[in-house]
């Protein structure tokens, strides 16, 4: 049995870990929130590797208020850098297999190319910054023990999901209430869902040959924008709703969003010998799993 540590395990993608570890044999889910681990405190995370034992370790914590983050560096600092640094460390020392996840927000998103794993970071507000730094402390930690065991950070962006509060859920929360509905169109990306991108999460920690080890580009065929997003979320919910296309500068927000953060999901895909997934099928399937929920 491969026991694994899932942090952050009551947010977004922490749950759907958590759910899917659940139905893999050989493997058991340690599911961890934020109660149960201050991945900030040095001191807890070892208490908590000295209690489970972990084979493997996948960081689903992360603080994601990307406006908030503005009047809090200090606390998104904390627990987007100096968590996965504690964390990697206590892998490293011990020979445990690390997943990291992080963000298009790394980049300043004036690229019009899709971004490759290599290219370099330019993040243009506290949360990109401090998820940066994240990244750079993961592989330092490992760095310096050499490459047993191994790690990986996994770049994602736009995630979402049929349950909790995200993009798609909002959208459908809002029908009917509001016509019509104004959405951002100059801001360009790929839409997620995050039941795939767990299970691939999961493929990779349950068997550490199958991808090599470095940071990876996760996300499906595109890109779009939020205003065709939101489009799509109606249509294939035969759900009549007005959408109005917007600029940015029309919803100034405290922080600063890339206007194009496409990464580029064909290396990580080609590595795993797969296909990457049209985001629109993806979202159908996530809505037709919303309608089973229903029932």
Not at 270 to 289: G, I, N, P, V
């Amino acid at each position: 049995m491969r026991r694994i540590i899932i942090t952050g395990a009551q947010g977004q993608l922490g749950k759907r870990l958590v759910e899917q570890l659940g139905q893999r044999n050989g493997l058991e889910a340690i599911a961890l929130d934020r109660n149960a681990l201050d991945i900030t405190n040095d001191h807890a995370v070892l208490e908590a590797f000295e209690r489970w034992s972990p084979d493997g370790v996948i960081n689903a914590a992360a603080y994601t208020a990307v406006d908030q983050a503005e009047d809090e560096p200090e606390l998104a600092h904390a627990v987007n850098a100096k968590g996965p640094e504690n964390l990697a460390k206590a892998c490293a020392k011990r020979g445990v297999d690390f997943i990291h996840v992080s963000t298009d927000y790394v980049f300043n998103g004036l690229s019009s190319l899709p971004y490759q794993s290599t290219d370099t970071p330019h993040p243009i507000g506290v949360y990109g910054t401090s998820k940066l730094a994240g990244e750079t402390a993961v592989q330092k930690a490992f760095s310096e023990v050499g490459s047993n065991p191994k790690h990986w950070i996994f770049r994602v962006a736009w995630l979402y999901d049929c349950v909790g509060k995200n993009f798609l859920t909002t959208m459908l929360d809002l029908t009917g209430k509001t016509s019509p509905l104004r959405v951002v169109s100059d801001q360009w990306g790929a839409p997620t869902a995050v039941g795939p991108f767990a299970s691939m999460l999961i493929d990779c920690i349950e068997a550490p040959k199958r991808l090599p080890e470095g940071v990876w580009h996760y996300g499906t065929e595109g890109p779009t924008n939020w205003h065709g997003f939101a489009n799509a979320i109606f249509e294939l919910s035969d759900v009549e709703q007005v959408v109005l296309p917007c600029s940015s500068s029309e919803y100034p927000t405290k922080a600063r969003r890339p206007s194009y953060s496409y990464l580029d999901p064909l290396p990580l895909m080609t590595a795993l010998d797969r296909q990457a997934s049209s985001w629109k099928d993806e979202l159908q399937q996530c809505l037709a799993e919303l309608n089973r929920m229903k029932r």
